[in-house]
Each structure stands twice: as structure tokens, then as C-alpha cells.
């Protein structure tokens, strides 16, 4: 009789799309937890205790930050976010600038 009732704009897409930003958050923690450990334990096994030290001291501020994204912390996220965008923008910059320039050809002799 009436017009039938459009669908709400909520019902396309992934229903729960945070369960695919918590695979990403654990996919993310698992690569770099297995990296951050190897890279700790040859440090530690190799006799480099300062650095061993230095590493276990960046690794918990890394995992406190992966914390605080976990639960939620948008100010967070706009922080890293701007620092990433700065420390790529340098490795840019540094990249062009201190990249040696290639070497010409030499020319070819035509006898």
C-alpha cells in the first residue's frame, strides 16, 4: 500500500567493522613482536648490553603507545600520525639530497 521503507545507510557494509581493525591491530603486533624479540635477543646474546638495554626501554614505550591505540586513543593516533608524516617527509628529503648523483655513460667511440 505505502512505498516500501528504504534501507538505513548503517545496513551496507561490513556490519562490525571493527573486528577487521583488530585483526589489523593483531596482525601488526605480531610481526612486530617477532621482529622486536629476535632483534632483542641477538643483541643481548651477542654481549651488547647497552643496546639490549636501549632496545627493552624503546620496546616498552612501542608497546605502551600499541596500548593506548588498542584501546582507543584518538589523540594518540593524530600524534604518531603527524610524527610519521614528519619522519617521512625528512626521509625524503634526505633521500633526494644525499643521494649520490649516477654516473654518465661513457661515450661511446664511433671507429
Given amino acids: 500500500m505505502g512505498e516500501p521503507e528504504l534501507p538505513s545507510l548503517w545496513a551496507f557494509g561490513d556490519p562490525e567493522p571493527w573486528r577487521r581493525g583488530r585483526v589489523i591491530l593483531i596482525t601488526l ?55 610519521t608524516l614528519l619522519v617521512g617527509f625528512a626521509c625524503f628529503i634526505g633521500g633526494s639530497v644525499m643521494t649520490p648523483p649516477r654516473k654518465s655513460l661513457p661515450a661511446r667511440s664511433t671507429s
Fill in 29 to 83: 603486533a605480531l610481526f612486530h613482536g617477532i621482529g622486536q624479540a629476535l632483534v632483542f635477543l641477538i643483541a643481548l646474546f651477542g654481549g651488547d648490553l647497552e643496546t639490549a638495554l636501549a632496545l627493552a626501554i624503546t620496546l616498552a614505550l612501542w608497546w605502551l603507545l600499541f596500548a593506548f591505540i588498542w584501546f582507543g586513543s584518538h589523540w594518540l593516533r593524530w600524534l604518531l600520525d603527524g610524527w
